[in-house]
Structures are given as C-alpha cells and as structure tokens.
C-alpha cells in the first residue's frame, strides 16, 4: 500500500491529516455555530469539538467580563 496516494471513494472525507494537525469535517449547519459563538465565546468552539481553545474563550469572557464591571452595569 502506498502512503502518498488516496484511493477514497467516499464522498465526503471524515477527517483531514495534515502535519499541523487533524481537521474534521463537521456536517453540521454553520449558522448554527456562528450563532453560538457570537452569542457565548468559545461555545462555537465546543461544538466543533476544540475544546480547550473553548474553554479558554470562555474564561476569557468571564474575566472581562468581571474586571469591566458589565455585569454589574446590566444590573443598574
């Protein structure tokens, strides 16, 4: 078997390997994502199965969040 060559039939590939890394194709709807993500940071990200850059955006968010006091200007 040769290793440079890709003899899939499929119509679609499950997943990409690259040297920087894995790809996955998700069949999901995009818009659904982006709406996540501009509505949660990071919460885009977890759908897409990026975990730990998810959860980092998600702390991210809470700690701006905390130190411009938005929460507390929601309040008043």
């Known amino acids: 078997m ?4 890709n003899d899939n039939t ?3 590939y499950k997943a990409h ?3 920087l890394g894995t790809t996955q194709l998700h069949l999901g ?6 709406w996540w993500s501009a509505a949660f940071p990071g ?3 977890m ?3 990026k975990y730990l850059r998810g959860f980092a955006l998600f702390i991210w968010e809470v700690v ?3 130190e ?9």
């Open 29 to 34: 709807n995009p818009y659904i994502i982006a």
């Open 64 to 66: 701006v969040n905390i």
């Open 47 to 49: 759908i897409l199965s």
């Open 17 to 19: 390997v690259s040297i």
């Open 10 to 12: 499929a119509r679609r």
């Open 2 to 5: 040769n290793n440079y060559t």
């Open 43 to 45: 919460f885009g990200h």
């Open 68 to 76: 411009a006091n938005i929460n507390l200007s929601m309040i008043y």
